[in-house]
């Protein structure tokens, strides 16, 4: 995530504290009116990383397009993925894509055509879980089946299980009939 345009609200009222809020794609920092401008600049710097600390946490599909679905893919075969691929890089897909809800699949790769399809049920999960889901489909396009040189893929992304059993959590609290893998 690029640095947001940050906006710095000097008040008297203010003592000690500093705080943060978004406006639109604006970051508000207030600061006490007395900060030095060495203060600012840290108390800025603290709260732009705490921001995207936070943001990379949260849901990060709610407003996601394709394109930036297909970033986070790209991000995530460079991350976990191009070390083992040929050449020093993984077959990156033709497109990733929101679908509707699928019936039983979080998500589903077509390896011969090199297309990712992800479920919009996904778009309310954190962030980490998505990412569990995309490197998931990645390692499709070298492994079809889930056999065990898949599941050594799949391992390379280090909060496989916890998504996982947060994706059977997800699927038994909804009462979906979507098995524990995300294109099973």
Do not use: N
């Not at 993925?81 to 929101?98: F, N, T």
């Not at 790769?109 to 962030?127: A, K, M, Y």
């Not at 280090?158 to 699927?171: D, N, Q, T």
């Amino acid at each position: 995530m690029e640095d947001p345009k940050v906006v710095v609200r000097r008040s008297a009222r203010r003592t000690r504290t500093i705080s943060a809020r978004r406006e639109g794609d604006t970051l508000v920092v207030s600061i006490p009116a007395s900060a030095s401008r060495a203060q600012e600049e840290r108390y800025v710097a603290e709260m732009v990383a705490k921001l995207q600390r936070s943001e990379a946490r949260r849901r990060p599909g709610r407003r996601a397009g394709d394109d930036e679905l297909a970033r986070r893919a790209d991000a995530l075969a460079c991350e976990h993925l191009d070390a083992v691929g040929p050449d020093g890089r993984w077959p990156r897909p033709v497109w990733v894509r929101w679908v509707p809800p699928m019936r039983t699949r979080w998500a589903s790769c077509t390896p011969s055509e090199g297309t990712i399809r992800v479920s919009e049920r996904l778009r309310e999960v954190p962030g980490w879980v998505l990412d569990h889901v995309l490197v998931h489909e990645l390692a499709h396009l070298r492994e079809a089946g889930h056999g065990p040189a898949f599941r050594a893929l799949e391992a390379r992304y280090p909060r496989s299980e916890r998504a996982i059993g947060y994706l059977e959590g997800l699927s038994d609290g909804a009462g979906l009939e979507i098995g524990a893998e995300p294109d099973e």
